[in-house]
């Protein structure tokens, strides 16, 4: 199974700030990562899709990046409507595999 | 519109059987890979099971595989679980997701259902 390791697993930063998630690919994924955020009692959405493209509908301050094994994801400019958890997920190969999670707080 | 209902949660006995439906609008359902991803309360996602456009391949996690069974009907635009021998571990918010690119082996999820709640407890 690929492990997809996220880091940090929390977050507090100010409005305005720019804040930044790495996940790690135990290995070569090519570019086939999304970026999920999820907000209690709700579904996770799709923020990025193949590591670095902009689902529609998403604010541009949302931007991903890398491929292979190392990979990031950035808000630049938080927003207090930003605040809760965000994943990455692989889907190169089975089993589909999530990385633990960063619970973005506001300071 | 895209949407994805899920149907079918609610508590259960361990070592019972539940099944869950997740039904689709606004797409043509028989183009798109299914998956099913559970959440245990205050935990991470799990992949579960995903089965192909036309139904011809399924895969499973393997803390499920000989457990869950997953099925779709495409003239009624649903897809099921079937969820045998169940375990307290296997209580979560089950959420179905569909594949991005239609009739492609294109694993990315790119819309997800509300999700239906699985209590096992006795």
């Known amino acids: 199974d690929t492990q997809m390791t996220q880091s940090p697993s929390s977050l507090s930063a100010s409005v305005g700030d720019r804040v930044t998630i790495t996940c790690q690919a135990s290995?070569?994924?090519?570019?086939?990562l999304n970026w999920y955020q999820q907000k209690p009692g709700k579904a996770p959405e799709v923020l990025i899709y193949?590591?670095?493209n902009l689902e529609t509908g998403v604010p541009s301050r949302f931007s991903g990046g890398g491929s292979g094994t190392h990979f990031t994801f950035s808000i630049s400019g938080l927003q207090p409507e930003d605040v809760g958890t965000y994943y990455c997920q692989q889907y190169d190969n089975i089993p589909l595999t999530f990385g633990g999670g960063t619970q973005v707080e506001i300071k | 519109q895209v949407r994805l209902v899920e149907s079918g949660g609610g508590v259960v006995q361990p070592g019972r059987s539940l099944r869950l439906s997740c039904a689709a609008s606004?797409?043509?359902?028989?183009?798109?890979?299914i998956h099913w991803v559970r959440q245990a309360a205050g935990k991470g996602l799990e992949w579960v099971a995903l089965i192909w456009y036309d139904g011809s391949i399924e895969y499973y996690a393997d803390s499920v595989k000989g457990r869950f069974t997953i099925s779709r009907d495409n003239s009624k635009d649903i897809v099921f679980l079937q969820m045998n021998s169940l375990r307290a571990e296997d209580t979560a918010v089950y959420y179905c997701?569909?594949?991005?690119?239609?009739?492609?082996?294109?694993?990315?999820?790119?819309?997800w259902g509300q999700g239906t709640t699985v209590t096992v407890s006795s």
């Open positions: 997701a569909k594949s991005r690119i239609g009739e492609n082996a294109d694993y990315d999820m790119d819309v």
């Open positions: 606004g797409i043509t359902f028989r183009s798109y890979i």
């Open positions: 193949d590591a670095s």
């Open positions: 290995r070569n994924i090519r570019n086939c």
